[in-house]
């Protein structure tokens, strides 16, 4: 079996935590997400929460399937059963249909299938490693990241997987490039790319024009999403401690290539968070933790407050948010 071609770089120096405002008291996350505070705010959030859909991917009895939930832990269905692993859902904009990672032919690559599951179909063929999908605001268009030629690029293809272009040139001074995601008001695709020596983010056009550097810290910055606003991004970064913690930034679209904009601390406490993603009203995010015994899918609210874990069973990890009209076409059968 082929893994994504992804390796951390060597790191040298890293920027000093107080160089950046947190948002939260780490203090303030251990009280509100025990559960030991109850508060009708608190209270307020978590029917809110439960109201929108998570899917993400878990390991158990060592097979990786999709699975999806309410986004206060509740309501858990299987979506996928396969032997190969299945991972990274990326739901279309009106929730109809889920692409998603898979090594169901022996290589990862990009599939698609139903909101319940159903009709799985691959898209992307070849020996090279697919994986990593984004749609496009309007469901034209998937971005993903691929292997061909030796380095990760990204692509778009059509739904159906036909029409590929690449976006990132295969070249020394373009590097790496990896874990697109498609802003919402569909002008930019944001993705993290190591063409400085450590991996940053950056943004471009849709045409893959107009890059954009947005960070420059001396650690690794990875796996952007977007918030409602099309303005602010959430990324994995990684710490003094060589943990990641989640970071947000304001974009900056203008002709400077710096990438100076210092980020807002929304997470950063002992365990270890990766592959943050904002709800679609912008009110929470969810992302996977890992402490060293086990990956499990957490949700904040978005100033980083109120911590709360979703899942207890099995190795989680990669979530995403559906959006509320998939609600209408999901199962209510357990898995």
């Known amino acids: 079996m082929h893994k994504p071609p992804f390796v951390f770089p060597k790191l040298s120096t890293l920027r000093p935590l107080n160089d950046f405002v947190p948002l939260a008291s780490a203090a303030a996350f251990a009280l509100l997400g025990t559960g030991l505070v109850s508060t009708p705010a608190a209270h307020a959030s978590e029917k809110a929460a439960s109201e929108w859909r998570v899917l993400f991917a878990s390991q158990q009895n060592r097979q990786d399937d999709i699975y999806r939930m309410r986004a206060d832990g509740s309501d858990l269905h299987r979506l996928t059963n396969h032997r190969s692993k299945d991972c990274h859902p990326a739901p279309s904009t009106d929730g109809r249909h889920i692409a998603f990672s898979s090594e169901r032919v022996g290589w990862w690559k990009v599939w698609s299938m139903e909101a319940d599951g159903s009709r799985p179909r691959q898209l992307t063929d070849g020996s090279a490693a697919e994986y990593y999908p984004s749609w496009s605001p309007d469901?034209?268009?998937?971005?993903?990241?691929s292997g061909?030629?030796?380095s990760t690029q990204i692509w778009v293809m059509k739904p159906d997987g036909s029409d590929r272009i690449q976006l990132t040139p295969s070249s020394s001074e373009s590097g790496n490039n990896n874990f697109p995601t498609w802003s919402p008001d569909g002008k930019r695709i944001a993705f993290a790319s190591d063409r400085a020596g450590s991996w940053d983010i950056f943004t471009?056009?849709?045409d893959g024009t107009q890059v954009q550097r947005q960070t420059s810290a001396a650690g690794n910055e990875l796996e952007p999403a977007w918030f409602p606003d099309s303005r602010?991004?959430?990324?994995?970064?990684?710490?003094?401690n060589g943990k990641f913690g989640l970071q947000a930034v304001e974009a900056d679209f203008g002709p400077s290539d710096t990438g100076e904009a210092v980020g807002q601390?929304?997470?950063q406490g002992a365990v270890d968070d990766r592959?943050?993603?904002v709800s679609p009203d912008g009110r929470f995010i969810v992302f996977e933790g890992r402490d060293g015994k086990g990956s499990h899918i957490y949700r904040?609210?978005?100033d980083g407050s109120d911590r709360r874990q979703l899942t207890h069973q099995g190795f989680n990890y990669g979530p995403s948010w559906l959006p509320k009209s998939a609600s209408v076409v999901l199962p209510?059968?357990?898995?």
């Open 139 to 145: 469901g034209s268009r998937i971005a993903f990241a």
């Open 148 to 150: 061909r030629g030796g």
């Open 204 to 206: 471009m056009a849709p």
């Open 232 to 240: 602010r991004l959430v990324f994995q970064a990684e710490r003094a």
């Open 265 to 267: 601390w929304l997470t």
């Open 275 to 277: 592959r943050p993603t």
């Open 300 to 302: 904040i609210d978005a």
């Open 332 to 335: 209510r059968s357990t898995p």
